[in-house]
């Protein structure tokens, strides 16, 4: 390090870490940003060599500092590449995060977010980015994504619906869940029906309340839709994201009026499954809970969405563990 005097080589992992990024993620926004700059140079910006960046193995040449400049809106001096000049302006940064508490809570968030998985088609690091983007600048303003609808879908008790709390809570976006939304509508139709109102699993609720509950849910969801507003859906979503063509529709929709759907699918076992509809002891699980078997036969844990989709591995509550340390850090930072 002595011929580059004044290089810092960990403040860049402190920057990465308080940007909540991966070194695959911060790999990737460094060759975005430099296409866009038309800086050349850094055709790979691989893990390893931002690694070693960080490491102080190998320094930095001028186009990948930069790109970092740019990716972290930080000056050299900021990011250790060199000592200040005297009288050198080294603060613009517009959300300082080089406190630890922040780094730690960023961090915890990264890591809940993680649990948000890929499919040969479905590439979750854009949505990840999109909400820590949506969350960091809920208090700077702007936000460069297009709006974005995000339905979290899962069977019973997957913890769909904790999971997409913790999303809202992270962005500031707006949730709709069916079951608040709609039950009160459910419930009087059923029984204006001749049926019982907790019923869920008849061909009266199936047939005939079932589509008006949907129907009821996303036409919420247009609502805000058509106004450009990012919004997180949660409902079990079984017949919907398994149809080509209901899915269809919806992505066709929204991308003629800009907007961008993410389906969430909540992957989950039996047993936690069981363990979380015993615990929250609603009216309309007794059915299953008293024919577990019966209803588990009718469970496919293998089903998933028909279109390009990103999972959240929830089996033994893990992802909800991790959204609940999350959330833990940003009690501890924001009170």
């Known amino acids: 390090m002595g011929k580059h005097l004044g290089w810092r080589p960990e403040r860049l992992r402190e920057q990465r870490e308080a940007h909540g990024l991966t070194l695959e993620q911060a790999g990737e926004r460094l060759r975005a940003l430099a296409e866009e700059a038309k800086l050349k140079g850094i055709p790979a910006a691989n893990p390893q060599t931002l690694w070693q960046h960080e490491q102080g193995e190998v320094y930095p040449g001028p186009h990948y500092r930069r790109a970092y400049c740019l990716l972290y809106r930080a000056?050299?001096?900021?990011?250790?590449?060199?000592?200040?000049?005297?009288?050198?302006?080294?603060?613009?940064?517009?959300?300082?995060?080089?406190?630890?508490?922040?780094?730690?809570?960023?961090?915890?968030?990264?890591?809940?977010?993680?649990?948000?998985?890929?499919?040969?088609?479905?590439?979750?690091?854009?949505?990840?980015?999109?909400?820590?983007?949506?969350?960091?600048?809920?208090?700077?303003?702007?936000?460069?994504?297009?709006?974005?609808?995000v339905l979290v879908g899962g069977f019973a008790g997957s913890g769909k619906t904790e999971f997409a709390r913790f999303l809202t809570q992270l962005t500031g976006w707006p949730l709709l869940d069916k079951d608040p939304l709609t039950r009160p509508l459910v419930e009087q139709l059923l029984v204006a029906l001749g049926g019982d109102a907790n019923d869920r699993h008849t061909d009266l609720y199936r047939e005939h309340v079932r589509p008006v509950e949907y129907d009821c849910l996303m036409q919420a969801a247009y609502a805000n839709i058509n106004c450009g507003i990012s919004t997180v859906l949660t409902a079990p979503f079984i017949g919907e994201m398994t149809s080509e063509a209901w899915m269809n529709r919806l992505i066709n929709k929204c991308s003629a009026l800009g907007v961008d759907v993410s389906p969430v699918w909540v992957q989950c076992d039996s047993e936690s499954m069981r363990e979380y509809i015993s615990f929250r002891s609603a009216a309309r699980d007794a059915w299953k809970l008293q024919r577990w078997d019966e209803y588990m036969s009718t469970v496919n844990l293998e089903l998933r969405p028909v279109v390009p989709h990103l999972?959240?591995?929830?089996?033994?509550?893990?992802?909800?563990?991790?959204?609940?340390?999350?959330?833990?850090a940003l009690r501890a930072v924001h009170g």
Do not use: C, Y
């Open 75 to 149: 000056t050299d001096p900021e990011l250790g590449f060199r000592n200040a000049l005297p009288g050198e302006d080294t603060q613009f940064k517009l959300t300082p995060m080089n406190d630890q508490r922040n780094g730690s809570h960023v961090l915890a968030v990264e890591r809940a977010l993680l649990q948000i998985g890929g499919t040969a088609e479905a590439d979750p690091l854009g949505l990840q980015q999109r909400i820590l983007d949506a969350w960091k600048r809920r208090h700077t303003g702007g936000d460069p994504h297009r709006p974005s609808v």
């Open 311 to 328: 999972v959240v591995d929830n089996r033994l509550g893990t992802a909800i563990s991790l959204a609940d340390q999350a959330r833990h």
